[in-house]
């Protein structure tokens, strides 16, 4: 990615653009955006203030009432998970709201069942917990990626309904956030990573892979909605090419949900159905709503695990 001409300009303080030589803005992210101009700072100001003090009587109701809450980040690679999770959790108490982000599984978690490490960082009661990626990783980058087996896979394409299932009957307000950037605007945020000094260790090596592998994570994603999207736990996709517009309607998605005291309705509204709604209303380039029906997988067999692998030890 050629960057020499490229600089990167904080025009409102807080989030960055590209600007060519000449000094005229890199607006990809206009590509298939339903608004034209991006939410202005003021705006954004007051709306996200409002929705956070509505965020904090939501924790306040969560750990009132002794429920548990889990909202999943997931998303395409410099989809805006990052910056939407902090403003989430800017006001919020950092003794009832965690936010797990977890590495690469050690050995030990290698050996585990698939789902284990996730278990051990769920909340308890009166907690909220936001996971910056969560068990997805092994339908998205791992597969993609080749870092799991088809064996693998498939295992956990049966389980995660029946693990989320379980986690809803246990009374878990379960939350599963999609963020949707377009295929230019991704392309703009790495270059902006690229220039700008203090974003360049957001940049990794599977960022740059990514560039060339749209359409696999494509056919990643929607293989993914097709048997995650259930009753129980559904996919709520957010349109984040205009990041602020994004994080709010994110924040208000969450808010409209549950019937937590004290609750503003004037305040939360109803979610932009422009910006956040079903999997299956909000598509991104190269997909369709026939691709988003539901497909059995398979069971796996021994062909399709790894070289060496035992079907015990996959």
Not at 90 to 116: C, M, S
Not at 174 to 192: A, G, N, P, Y
Request: with cysteine.
């Amino acid at each position: 990615m050629a960057t020499s001409k490229l600089v990167v300009d904080y025009p409102d303080g807080d989030d960055p653009v590209l600007r060519r030589a000449d000094g005229s803005v890199v607006d990809t992210w206009r590509e298939n955006y339903p608004f034209s101009a991006r939410m202005s700072r003021t705006e954004y100001d007051t709306t996200k203030r409002l929705l956070q003090i509505e965020l904090l009587k939501l924790q306040y109701w969560i750990k009132d009432t002794g429920k548990r809450m889990v909202i999943l980040f997931e998303g395409r690679d410099a989809a805006g998970k990052g910056s939407t999770i902090k403003r989430f959790t800017e006001h919020l108490n950092p003794r009832g709201a965690r936010v797990v982000a977890l590495t690469k599984p050690t050995d030990r978690e290698q050996g585990e069942w698939y789902f284990q490490r996730y278990v051990n960082n769920l909340p308890t009661a009166g907690e909220i917990v936001l996971f910056d990626r969560s068990w997805y990783n092994r339908a998205g980058v791992e597969r993609v990626m080749g870092y799991c087996t088809e064996t693998q896979y498939r295992r956990f394409m049966r389980q995660a309904p029946t693990f989320e299932r379980m986690l809803v009957d246990d009374g878990v307000l379960l939350v599963k956030l999609w963020f949707s950037v377009s295929r230019s605007e991704q392309r703009t945020r790495f270059l902006i990573r690229q220039v700008d000094p203090v974003r360049q260790w957001k940049l990794s090596a599977n960022d740059i892979e990514s560039l060339d592998l749209w359409d696999a994570y494509t056919q990643a994603k929607v293989a993914m909605f097709r048997e995650t999207d259930t009753e129980d736990a559904p996919w709520t996709v957010v349109k984040s090419n205009d990041k602020k517009r994004a994080r709010v309607e994110a924040m208000r998605s969450v808010l409209a949900r549950v019937d937590y005291e004290d609750k503003d309705p004037d305040v939360v509204g109803t979610p932009d159905s422009r910006v956040v709604g079903a999997a299956a209303t909000l598509l991104e380039e190269g997909e369709d709503e026939a691709s988003l029906s539901p497909t059995p997988i398979a069971p796996s067999t021994d062909a399709d695990h790894g070289p060496g692998l035992h079907p015990d030890e996959s």
